[in-house]
């Protein structure tokens, strides 16, 4: 399958009852070749309006938090979520939710082959890295998964209500960008310096 099949067929999705509520499938944005691909658990109520993943209040903090490490959406990276409709009220996706929507981001992970993968909270890494997955005590660790490094931070969203928690997030930042360097070809000017 084509990326344009993909997004064209994840457009038209009526797998589950997000459908009926939608304004618009949020299908991800950014680099279709990236290293770097970032994962959150599904679309907010801005995000439903426009389409884009990461575009409130969090989008924002998300936006500077990888301008901090020299990513972008539009460069260097690609942005994604577990599911692409948004819940209504913006609750947690429910368990047959995220099955039915799965598919369509592992063939964009397919199609990205990235060579890493940062979850955006514990539903995504409880999704993508382990079901038992505890965001408070393993943020920032890694785990190597069929070849790929996959890590996870807090979600944005949850770091705009607790401001506590950024201080170890800059540090969970600070290694993703030494794990990039490490073993990323592309995602970096290696003129860039270090922090």
């Known amino acids: ?44 109520e801005n995000e439903d309006l426009q389409g884009e993943p990461f575009v409130g209040r969090g989008g924002k903090l998300l936006d500077d938090m990888l301008k901090m490490i020299d990513l972008d959406r539009s460069k260097n990276i690609y942005i994604a979520n577990i599911v692409k409709c948004r819940p209504p009220k913006n609750r947690d996706p429910f368990g047959t939710e995220q099955e039915a929507c799965i598919g369509w981001l592992r063939e964009q992970i397919r199609l990205i082959n990235p060579k890493i993968v940062v979850c955006l909270g514990r539903i ?13 005590q393993e943020h920032g660790q890694w785990f190597d998964i069929d070849g790929v490094k996959y890590t996870a931070l807090y979600h944005p969203a949850a ?24 073993i990323c070809e592309n995602t970096y000017n290696p003129q860039t310096p270090a922090f």
Do not use: Y
């Open 159 to 182: 770091l705009l209500r607790d401001v506590h928690r950024r201080p170890e997030t800059f540090e969970d930042l600070r290694e993703i960008r030494s794990m990039i360097r490490e």
């Open 124 to 136: 995504a890494a409880k999704i993508l890295i382990k079901e038992d997955f505890k965001i408070t």
């Open 1 to 44: 399958m084509t990326w344009q099949q993909l997004e064209a067929e994840c457009k038209n999705c009526e797998k589950c009852a997000l459908s009926e509520t939608r304004t618009n499938v949020v299908f991800g944005v950014g680099i279709k070749d990236a290293e770097v691909l970032f994962v959150g658990e599904g679309p907010g």
